[in-house]
């Protein structure tokens, strides 16, 4: 077995130490198109982006890693699986956000998952980064809802959200996602951002519902190390170059 290395942490961590911007992209092995990998990594390139990101809520290892290995041969970029189940998990990617849906209390999602997972995780090569996950209310029923059955915070209970990554952040995790969930109506609202970025010593990323410019610098600008993009670049492969041009 491989040493197992700390680096994408440690960059994140050094991203939030010295307020460097991180942008993540998400792809879905389930809505892009093999053949057209190339392409699509190609604009990945030429983008912000420091980050790709696999994970959807139906696909299977399998062919998550046959889309990884080909991602690897046209991307230096880091590649995180985002699972949503423990079948996703795909050894040739480079680390994996090791959630914990703190804003629910579906026990699956906070400690089952985790059990099933563990002895794979241990076997492979993958930089584990545990992260306390939070579902934030974003205007409509999102796919994480859906499947976890489990209720997001409220967008208007910002100490809830609070208290929940500081509690996350004592039980040992080492990132804060704040998420609104794919393709959300509304993204985390700012003041949440700002709040729990304030409230934890560790790194925030914020995504769901992000499809402007001015998202993604609002997100910044309430504390968030990185930023996830999925839906917006999945419309529209164009997407990072308007961002860049306007
Ligand atoms: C989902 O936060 C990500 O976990 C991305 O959401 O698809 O809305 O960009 P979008």
Do not use: C, W
């Not at 040739?92 to 629910?104: K, M, Y």
């Not at 915070?153 to 500081?166: C, Y």
């Not at 004592?170 to 993204?187: Q, R, T, V």
């Amino acid at each position: 077995m491989e040493t197992i290395t700390n680096t994408i942490y440690a960059e994140i961590r050094s991203a939030f130490q010295n307020k460097i911007r991180l942008l993540a992209v998400l792809i879905d092995p389930d809505k892009v198109d093999f053949e057209n990998i190339e392409s699509l990594i190609a604009k990945i390139n030429q983008s912000p982006a420091t980050h790709i990101f696999i994970g959807g809520s139906l696909v299977f290892s399998v062919l998550i890693e046959k889309m990884i290995s080909k991602i690897k041969t046209f991307t230096q970029l880091p590649i995180v699986l985002f699972p949503g189940h423990p079948s996703q998990i795909a050894d040739n990617a480079d680390g994996i956000l090791f959630l914990s849906l703190l804003s629910g209390r579906n026990s699956d999602y906070l400690i089952e998952h985790h059990v099933q997972a563990a002895p794979v995780l241990k076997k492979s090569n993958l930089e584990v980064i545990p992260t306390a996950y939070l579902l934030i209310e974003s205007g409509g029923i999102t796919a994480v809802e859906e499947v976890s059955k489990t209720k997001p915070i409220l967008r208007k209970h910002i100490e809830k959200a609070v208290a929940t990554a500081q509690a996350g952040e004592l039980m040992g995790n080492k990132l804060i996602y704040l998420e609104a969930g794919s393709g959300a109506l509304y993204s985390v609202p700012t003041e949440m951002i700002e709040a729990v970025s304030k409230a934890v010593e560790i790194p925030v990323i914020v995504g769901g519902g992000i499809r402007t410019k001015e998202g993604i610098e609002s997100a910044y600008s309430g504390g968030a190390t990185m930023v996830v993009i999925g839906t917006a670049f999945e419309n529209d492969s164009e997407f990072f170059n308007q961002i860049l041009n306007d």
